[in-house]
């Protein structure tokens, strides 16, 4: 092969007759694996405040963040997601459009803005995984289980003082982290951390030799934000001992009150951040 | 079915070195893999009335049960199920806690009691599947989603008017049933046989050849039953072509209203039912 | 034991309308989870023999069943299987044809006779499950996993001197087991434990509370066995601080050496065991 | 936000305190979902040769790929795979080394060098996938199923004349695709298109609205590549009513030999190509 082309001039002539969000690429374009945005997101969460060591929390922000005034503030969320695109065209085939996830999110700023980070994510879907690597957000596949509130019987908290709910995460078939809400009160407005926007760096290797990743610090364009039905209570977190020597550095050494809810937003792609 | 002979004359005396309400068993019996009754379910259903042919539905029906005066009435229920026995020990581990169901349920009459039948019935987790074998309810393994409802956001229809709800099935690979019900209005009542006792058949194969099977009909004894929140509306049916020629035969003929709604009962072993 | 009455003139007269070896009943029978055997199996193993506490060993065999000249022997398994019926039809849809299973298997004697004592398997298949109810084996659901050999490349261990094979198994989103061999050396016989028979207890809860559970002690018929490539070596355990304190009862407190092996039987219904 | 620069000034300057060859980016680098390469791979692998219809198949080769003097010569794969990294670490964990997967072939030129193009994939388990975004494979998820060869016992085929093997896809339930091989003879070469280069497209979707998507013709350093033990026979093969309009055009017209063999090859990332 002859001399290369500096990178941007080989990348951005789309191929026309090959289409698609995203692999894979067919002529329609329809079998992309994940379809274009925007998506709509609603669901359950079980959301716990805690403390992580603020060194660890540190080590985890690249470049454009920094830590918050209050350092090592952090929170671990449970979700039970249901998505779709404009169309809404999942929600007749459940199985597509039903996912859950936990995440680990730390507190920091992106210049004086109060924002979140997300080490880790884990969800128990391919789509939503795939879509987690276009968007910069670090899914990992796991399963995650969250109670469920129902309005009769002896087999569910209600979503009321006393209720309990639990989160678990399982990954590689190792328990990773578990975590119990006794709800107390219901409270009007988000939980800590939990209306932060996301601060994620998308990544994707390189492939020639001659070539760097693709590196860049985005946000999303978040909008449809909604919070219903918010409750909070003492909450107990255990973390195992995990294998990922990462990972581990970000057990919580401390504990906050824990949250459930029910959420909305609908998210886009949003614009590259400049540090 | 004839007079019956205690069954404890038959089977010895129990070895009670060895404990558990079923396998395996164990010294403290802790490690049954289906914990004893009660058990306390608590869920949302999706429901749809439809017709089979009434043959079909006949042919599935075990002495002691005859067809109602609507024969050939059916439904098809999804339900997104969470259960617990009477310590509520399950709900701190939701991945143990919560299973999806997919069952036909024939109308039939018991004497002159209407009740339902069984045919075939659906799970995705191991423990509910056993339990089916022990209470005699056939349940097979499959892959079960239901829409879910979120009271925000546009990836979630609402228990409304207008609301949209999908139940599908697959089993091996292959889809077999989906259902859609487009809400439109609130009733009071549960729906046509969701209410119903149901009459199934315990059957354990012999293992000695000097043996028969177990084989018995039974119903359960059911308490705690609540119906919340139930909507009615439109339905639509598809039945796949499937392998099994049993099964085959009840291939929905008519589809009725479907129903959502949300559902409790507690189920203990019952009695054996003398005709 | 003492003496029993037949079992066909306890359970009155089976239905003739609904055939099946076992649930779902229908029509023709062939809605039957689990189709009627004989069974046939072929599979690599993993085996590892160890020694676990004599005296829980002894607390999981019933009565009928004694330690042997070694209390606390025994070993772990670890199965690569496929199985079929007499026409051999699940070979066409893998899917349904191959499970992974692991087991513990405890020495003990029936009167004179050397045999083992399973007190606790898992499965990672449906069928293969209910199939263990039906013969007594007391199967749990569970992930599997053993590595594979292949012929070529540097992805596979050799089944020769050197080649290191792993089992794994997890439960409930928590590691139960593992265990690690490295081939030395070729042998001639089955490992220890392999080839005893295996004596089960079946029981199913009864229903009626007039009624006893089911519950008898048993022996398959087993023909055509076959060892084939039989290898062994140094082998490593690792038995995690399981939940379920009857199983923690049995981590073993010595390795011994550790197998790998093809293996192949036909399972058929046998006999209750009379003492 | 204030102007831009232009896409090649904002890339390729990595954040050292995080590193991953993908995400999740770390302190270490160990978290990378995808560890680096090379990776090995070892398998088994059910082939069948077939043809699809010339204009459905040119309609998938992107600009730089025309079709080849056999126009519609395609193969369907399945296969049965093990993989691992420079240390071996994955064999000692199987449920992370261990994936299926199935793929549809086209063959095809680059220039004058006859390759292969892979429009649709699909494997069972996460990072194969996430691996395949990266190369530029595109892989959805499915469960796929590969018959198993045991050298004992009726319940395997043997590698040998009369062995008769099936594989099987399924994707969001639904059945996909199945093919059976009945062996005839052994073979001495590899079977048509499975020893073609693979040339895939690199598409990593934008996300700020001033950027193009990554989008680059690539082929893999492939080292190591083994064939053995080859065997050919008549083949069957099934293709389901799809969803996917445009994988419904992929539908073979013509089926010809299957093949089932052991392979392994060493990937490496390798070179964009230029048209």
């Known amino acids: 092969m ?4 500096p990178f941007a001039a080989t990348r951005g002539t789309p191929d026309d007759s090959l289409r698609g969000y995203c692999l894979p690429l067919s002529p329609s374009g329809l079998s ?3 379809p274009p945005p925007p998506w709509h997101f609603s669901g359950d969460a079980l959301w716990v405040t805690c403390r992580v060591r603020p060194e660890a929390a540190a080590a985890f922000l690249p470049a454009g963040l920094r830590p918050g005034p209050d350092p090592g503030a952090a929170a671990i969320g449970f979700f039970d997601w ?7 065209a999942e929600l007749l085939d459940p199985m597509r459009a039903q996912f859950r996830e936990c995440m680990i999110a730390l507190d920091c700023l992106l210049g004086d803005r109060p924002v979140a980070r997300v080490p880790y994510a884990w969800v128990d879907s391919a789509v939503p995984l795939v879509r987690g690597f276009v968007q910069g957000m670090p899914k990992l596949f796991g399963s995650v ?3 469920r509130g129902f309005p009769v ?23 990773v982290l578990s975590a119990t809400v006794t709800l107390a009160e219901g409270v009007d407005g988000p939980p800590p951390l939990a209306d932060r926007p996301l601060v994620h760096t998308r990544h994707f290797p390189a492939w ?26 003492p909450a ?3 973390f195992a001992d995990v294998a990922d020597p990462d990972l581990a550095t970000l057990a ?11 959420y909305a937003e609908t998210l886009a792609p949003g614009r590259r951040v400049r540090t």
Do not use: H, N
């Not at 919580?252 to 029910?262: A, C, H, I, K």
């Open 2 to 5: 002859g001399a290369m082309l």
């Open 32 to 34: 992309s694996m994940v």
């Open 82 to 88: 249901q998505w779709c695109t404009e169309s809404g």
């Open 145 to 147: 289980w969250l109670t």
């Open 153 to 175: 019987g002896k087999a569910a908290p209600r979503r009321a003082r006393g209720g309990t709910f639990t989160g678990t995460l399982s990954a590689g078939g190792r328990r």
């Open 208 to 233: 020639d030799p001659a070539d760097a990743p693709l590196e860049e610090l985005v946000m999303a364009a978040t909008s449809g934000t909604e919070f219903a039905a918010i409750w909070r209570g």
């Open 236 to 238: 107990e977190l255990a």
């Open 252 to 262: 919580p050494v401390e504990v906050g009150p824990g949250y459930l809810f029910s």
